[in-house]
Each structure stands twice: as C-alpha cells, then as structure tokens.
C-alpha cells in the first residue's frame, strides 16, 4: 500500500477504481462534506493541529481531507492511480493514464493547508502524518512537499521530515521525496538524509507544441497546452516590458510575458486576459533554461526559451527585437515595448497545440530541479535519482481549478503538472512495484535496485543534457541517473542495510 503526503485527495478522480481492501489494512478515512473512502482509495486522514497553532484554525469548511489544490490528487494518482482511458487537457496528451503502481491501495494523509500554495506544510504535521501512516501499516511513503532548507548536520536531529523518514525506515518502510525545485543553483537540494529516497526531475519524450510563426518568417517551436486562435490569421504582437499591461495598447494582440517562477507561473496568463490579450506568449527567464512548462493557462499560450537553436530564420528562443535580442544581426524592427505600438507592425500566428512523441534527446535534466552538494555532508550524494517532473499529466480535483488561481472558474479530472512532486511519486509507484515483487526486501534493497539499475544516457546513447545550459548533467544533478524500472525488478546485485 502507497500512501501520500501533501494537499489531500479529489472526492473520487477517475484513476481510482474499485479493488479489494488488503486485510492487514482497516480503511479510515471521513465523511466531511461527501466524501467517503473506497477500495482503491482506502484511507484519507487530515492533520492541522500545529499548523492552526501557527496560523489559526482552518475554516470549518476547509478542514478536511478533500483535495482542495489539486497537487495531492495529482501526486497520488501519478504514484497508484489505475489504468484509465481517455485522459487528456484540452484534448492534447490523450490516452490512457495509470500510476506507476496501478493495481496498489492508496491512502491519503493532507498536511498543507493553503488553496494556492502547495508548499504551505508543517513540520509538526508531516511528523504526525508520517508516524500515523506507520501505525496504519503502509508499505512506500511519498513525500511531495519540501523539507526545510540548507539542512546542516546539526539540523539533521531536529528537521521534521528528516526524523519522520527516519522512523518510518526503521519500520521497513521507504520514504521517497522530493529533492526540491530550487535549481539550477548548486546545493540547493532538499529532504537530504541518507534514508530518504531523494528524487529529481527530468524530462520525457513527449512534448505538448505550438509554433509561433512571425510575419518576416521567423519561427519559434514552443510548448503550449492550448491554442483557440485561427491559425491562419494574424494578430498584432507587443511585449510587456514593464511588468504592467496597458489594456488600451494590449487588448486583441498576442502580449509577450516574461515567466516569474520556475515550475508555476499562471499570473502571467490572468493579468493577460484581464488586459483584453487574445493570447500570450511566456518567456522563460535566464535561469529557467530550455526546460518548457506547459500550463494550463486562462488565455492560449505559447512558452518558450532564450537559448538559440540553429540558426537563420529559425530563432527557437528571442522573439524579434526582444529586450534580450538574437545572436543574429536584426535590425529591421524597432524595439517592440508595451507603451509604444510597434512600427512597423509586427503580426504573429500560433499553431494548434498538438502532442509530440518520440522527442529527442530524453531525459533531458530539468533546469528547476534541485541540485547537489547536499549541505548535510557533501559526500552523501543526493538527489539520488532522477525521474519524470516536466509536464506530467494526471488526475485532478475537482476541488479547485487548474490554475489554482480563485478567477479561474474552470474544472478539469487532469491537469498537466511539472516539478519534482510529480518526479517523486513515479519512484514511489516503481517502488510499490518492487515491494510486491520481493515483499521481504528492505527500504535499502528496494533503493539500491533502482539506483544500481540507472542509467546517465538518453534515448540518443549519449550523456544526458541538463536543460539550463549547453553543459552535461552530472552526479550532483541526478545522482544514480534516470530511473529505469524493468531493470530495477531484477537488479542482479543489491545492497542491504539494517540500522
């Protein structure tokens, strides 16, 4: 049984279906504004007691098990949910869906407590969860929540998670966690002792596209969830270069934003569309690298990076006459602003988003994924692995919409995720996996297999690429290397370690 740390779990999401309750465990769970526990999801349990003494009680109305963010529901399909057809956003990405575990028992046990903010998480609670998952018998813990921060050695005795995790290895049970979403700055991974299973995020072979195509004939290939315009017109292009949106310069073109965060950044998309914006596109930033986050945003987006691919007409990364201009002579247009119209006028159309298969190179590492030394002891090397964290698609609460954002009125079952929460319950899923397989394996065989089993090649054969820079990942970035869970089932060789 896989159980799940973060915001709780949806009513029922279509990835659980109904299977039969194993005996050593009881199912517990509530009936809080309808919600009810079943055979796939078996337990749902909610603590808040030092959160509330931090920040004051919850509103009755919130305090609950039930997912009201959208990150737990997402996290615990990704690591047990079932086989399920038909799961798509915006009809890109269709097929069938299913957790890394599909066939395990869930429980949920909520400990954040914020609708908008997924890291809004307790110590105190996240011991009391991990201590209550242990009495309820649980085989693999996931942890998608950060722990503290710049844990040092001295920390490591009093770090909530870090103690928590500690106790649950000494009852047989794997804690896999997040190594964090602070990269692509050295040492700033997280959840960093020895018994965690620290996971990293990487890239897939499939993307979700959309080509931004200029009037002077220029080409951007960008990621994009959703594209509602007609694709053969054109459409007047500005830049917001000031961090404000003049709604009388803005409203019916294509508005360029710059993106603020490095796994979430839907601000961007509401200020757009408040703006009268027909569409945006969404610039990364210099330390967001290549890696493209496709979101599900409330107007048609196109994002995209600064690093030059190729050269001549396709620029694959600077808009014409950015702030940030090409590494080719341009200097046909004027400098585009969000004060001043563009002249000459520059038009711009946006593909349809479609679903690519095959991308390559894969896995490429993700730019925001934490990374090593680890503060706690250099020589520990963490993240220990890498796994899935880009643009990862799964179930979703109906609770809440798939922004997040209260403006946004909109209900999906699926939404499109990235960071290293949704690396971490793939891990958690193989995980299961190999308990069920070898049920007499310990935390550190089940480890080990998977780590012994990695490989630091893409589906190129050559070294895998880090998305920040034109650079090779290396250990301090993915540790072991990217997950490759047939071979982990039979590993050949792996280690035990008993406390």
Known sequence: MAPSLQNGAAVKPVN???????????????????????RKLIGARFFSDVFEAANGKVNPNERTARDLQGHGTHTLSTAGGDFVPGAHVFAVGNGTAKGGSPKARVVSY??????????????????????????????????????????????????????????????NILCVASAGNDGPYPGTVVNGAPWIFTIGASTIDRDFTSTITF???????????????????????????????DPAKVKGK?????????????????????????????????????????????????????KLQGSGTNLGGHPPNSPHPPKVPNTYYDVITATAPPSPSLTVKLSPAKTVIGRKPAPV??????????KIQPSI????????GVNILAAYSLGTS??????????????????????SPHVSGIAGLLKTLHPTWSPAAIKSAIMTTATTRDNTNRPIQDAFDDKLAGPFDYGSGHVQPDLAIEPGLYQENEL
Not at 16 to 38: C, H, N, Q, R, Y
Not at 126 to 138: E, F, H, P, W, Y
Not at 411 to 421: A, D, K, Y
Request: aromatic residues 4%.
């Open 254 to 306: 294509v508005v360029n934003c710059i993106r603020k965060d490095n796994i979430k950044s839907v601000v961007e998309g509401l200020e757009a569309k408040s703006a009268g914006a027909l569409a945006m596109s969404l610039q990364n930033q210099e330390q967001q690298g290549k890696t493209l986050t496709d979101e599900a945003q409330m107007v048609p987006s196109v994002s995209y990076h600064n």
């Open 365 to 374: 590492m993700a730019s925001y994924s934490s990374r090593g030394p680890n």
């Open 381 to 388: 090397l963490k993240p220990d692995i890498i796994a899935p």
């Open 402 to 423: 798939p922004t997040t954002l209260l403006q946004d009125p909109r209900r999906f079952e699926f939404n499109v995720l990235q960071g290293t929460s949704m690396s």
């Open 16 to 38: 659980w279906t109904e299977s039969m309750v194993p005996p050593k465990i009881s199912a517990t769970g509530e009936l809080i504004m309808d919600f009810a526990v079943s």
């Open 110 to 171: 909520k400990v954040c407590w914020s609708r908008i903010d997924e890291n809004s998480c307790n110590e105190g609670d996240i011991m009391s969860a991990i201590d209550q998952a242990i009495n309820d018998g649980v085989d693999i813990i996931n942890l998608s929540v950060g722990g503290r921060r710049g844990v040092t050695a001295q920390d490591i005795l009093t770090d909530g998670v870090t103690l928590g995790a500690f106790h649950a290895m000494s009852n």
């Open 215 to 245: 009037s002077d004939g220029r080409k951007i290939i960008g990621g994009s969830l959703s594209v509602t315009l007609p694709p053969d017109e054109a459409f007047d292009f500005i830049l917001a270069t000031d961090g404000t949106l």
